[in-house]
Nanobody
Framework: QVRLVESGGGLVQPGESLRLSCAVSGLTLGSYAVGWFRQAPGKDREGVSCINSDATNTYYHHSVKGRFTISRDNARNTVYLQMNSLKPEDTAVYYC?????????????????WGQGTQVTVSS
């Protein structure tokens, strides 16, 4: 059974940082791309960042470029999203997803397996 479990969310003030983790089990993570997505209240889910299976290629949504960094540790079956200089508009539930067998990108169409999400709230 494939499981993706996000952790590391919380309440922070603008300008602070968080590191999200996505722990994956039930598949060989090194064969899959992983994406981070987020959904704010009343909005559609959007792709934030993704990384290919061997970490040689990454993509970022324009709104987080330069502030967020995606990385992975295949030996630990974990993918990370380092989020710096957080803004109130980053407030959302953040999800990780595994897939990428047919391509790499920020569209949900590329991902087959999803976690349950972790809440990130940026507020003063």
């Amino acid at each position: 059974q494939v499981r993706l479990v996000e952790s590391g969310g919380g309440l922070v003030q603008p300008g602070e940082s968080l590191r999200l983790s996505c722990a994956v089990s039930g598949l060989t993570l090194g064969s899959y791309a992983v994406g981070w997505f987020r959904q704010a209240p009343g909005k559609d889910r959007e792709g934030v960042s993704c990384i290919n299976s061997d970490a040689t290629n990454t993509y970022y949504h324009h709104s987080v470029k330069g502030r967020f960094t995606i990385s992975r540790d295949n030996a630990r079956n974990t993918v990370y999203l380092q989020m710096n200089s957080l803004k109130p508009e980053d407030t959302a539930v953040y999800y990780c997803a595994a897939g990428g067998l047919y391509g790499l990108g920020l569209s949900e169409m590329y991902y087959n397996y999803w976690g349950q999400g972790t809440q990130v709230t940026v507020s003063s």
